[in-house]
Nanobody, 122 residues
Framework: VQLQASGGGLVQIGGSLRLSCAASGRTFSDYAMGWFRRAPGKEREFVVAIRMGGGSTLYADSMKGRFTISRDSAKNTVYLQMNSLKPEDTAVYYC????????????????WGQGTLVTVSS
């Protein structure tokens, strides 16, 4: 699976962004999709995941209520809608694909996109 993340940019505190991750190469619906992020000087962090078929989602506690993941199987794309952005959300965001059930662990993901930078600033 090849993954192409896009949609990052500079946004003001409290603003919104929607990230996209386009998948190609394999049957998209066979994979659970996740978003991770890496802030400057920090470890990679789980953000959110959506299971195969789009039936259920899993969020990191700090993202609940602000971030929403969705997938469009017709477009082979997963989205991350981010609202009420904070400076601490500044990071490179990565999408990833897996058939594993352990969706919060980056090591369980087989395929990774190249990352897209989100900068939240006043």
């Amino acid at each position: 699976v090849q993954l192409q993340a896009s949609g990052g940019g500079l946004v003001q505190i409290g603003g919104s962004l929607r990230l996209s991750c386009a998948a190609s190469g394999r049957t998209f619906s066979d994979y659970a999709m996740g978003w991770f992020r890496r802030a400057p000087g920090k470890e990679r962090e789980f953000v959110v995941a959506i299971r195969m078929g789009g039936g259920s989602t899993l969020y990191a506690d700090s993202m609940k209520g602000r971030f929403t993941i969705s997938r469009d199987s017709a477009k082979n794309t997963v989205y991350l809608q981010m609202n009420s952005l904070k400076p601490e959300d500044t990071a490179v965001y990565y999408c990833a694909a897996t058939t594993s059930v352990g969706l919060t662990l980056g090591s369980n993901y087989y395929y990774w996109g190249q990352g897209t930078l989100v900068t939240v600033s006043s």
